[in-house]
């Protein structure tokens, strides 16, 4: 009699970088290393955190972030994972909306100012200041989790251009496939998503990107495969298979012959659900960032697989964990900072693909992009927390 086919269950949301798991379903990594993806599309990650949580799902496509606030025990249903394999780097991106613009091109006092990350933050900083003074509601921006890479990035720009983001605008969650749809319906003023739903909001002419992460902080984590510690404890053969496929998968995502085949597999209804011709140009980091057709070229916009992306690093789970202590959701300790680090699991990677992290560290310095702040040293958290904290009420609570 035959053995019964092993299945590995695994949600994950609609988005480009969850490539690497549906392309390694969609080629036939999976059942080439002995096992069947059974892939489930949801819509938020507070569904993505719960289902793992149910034993609903085995593993899935979360962000970075989601699976530290879990070894901390922070927000609701908090469930520990596991990170074994980081499954992208990049992709994120501030969108505003075209009214929006037009009050902060106003406020520059100018037609035009320049096309620049730091001045679009100088702009709204100064219609902020204007709302406030004429005594108009706090603009309302979406973020898809408060444990996430996009609320950070999008406090971190707004606060080098002084805004306060707990006091001075509102930060509120939009699951990412809704984020274009809640800026059409003029609930939010503007969101920090990933891609291709960024780049929706800018073609249907409702939105402008006025920042991507590489102007903010590229190196901070963005995806990356969460497992459930009971299953990986239980499956460990099927883990390092697991694994095994997800490398093969991400060293063929990011092959530049592939895009085209890779935006087809993206573009199914079941997968992200956005015509190809849309999504291959954002592979290429070739984005369309205003209705009027103006681009930027950023060659490392979206990665799946630059030189040791795919390794977890400690450094970027205490990254994230200083995130946490600087914007209130967490005070910081050295247990805490202990219980972060572990959420990553560099060690699982290194024993599943013996060579592919050989000369990495598991931690390093993590570098600010210029002119983006300092350099985050993993072991000097408080050194880069100094003066950050001063007079800081708790973080806005994002539900």
Sequence with gaps: MAAPERIVRAGFIPLLDAAVLLAASALGLDRREGFRLHLTRDVSWSNIRDRLAFR??????????????????????????????????????????????????EAMGADAYPDTAAAHGQALAREVARRRAAGEPPLVFGVTYPFSSHNYEFRLWMDAAGIDPDRDVTLTVVPPPMTADALRARLIDGFCVNAPWNVMAVEEGIGRIVAVKADIWPGSPEKVLGLRPDWWSENRDTADRLLAALDASARWCADP???????????????????????????????????????????????????????????????????????????????????????????????????????????????????????????????????????????????
């Excluded at 899935?60 to 780097?89: C, D, K, R, W, Y």
Aim: hydrophobic share 40%; no cysteine.
């Design 257 to 399: 012959a592939n895009r085209g085949e890779l935006a087809t597999i993206l573009a199914e209804p079941a997968h992200v659900g956005v015509r190809a011709a849309l999504l291959e140009p954002i592979l290429a980091g070739d984005l369309l960032v205003d209705a009027g057709g103006t681009r930027r070229t950023i060659p490392s916009y979206i990665e799946f697989q630059p030189d040791g992306a795919n390794l977890p690093r400690r450094s970027q789970a205490l990254w994230v964990y200083a995130q946490m202590a600087r914007w209130g959701q967490h005070p910081f300790d050295e247990d805490g900072a202990r219980r972060a680090a572990h959420a990553f699991r560099p060690d699982i990677y290194r024993a599943a693909l013996p060579g592919r992290a050989d000369g990495l560290p598991d931690s390093r310095i993590e570098t600010a992009p210029p002119g983006g702040g300092r350099d985050f040293d993993p072991d000097r958290i408080e050194a880069h927390l100094s003066g950050m904290a001063a007079d800081r009420p708790p973080a806005t609570r994002l539900d």
């Design 56 to 105: 609903q799902f085995d593993v899935a496509h979360m962000l970075g972030p989601m699976a530290v606030a879990g070894e901390l025990g922070l927000g609701s249903n908090p469930h520990p994972v596991i990170v074994p394999f980081t499954l992208g780097q990049g992709g994120n991106a501030i969108t505003l909306s075209v009214a929006l613009m037009a009050r902060m091109r």
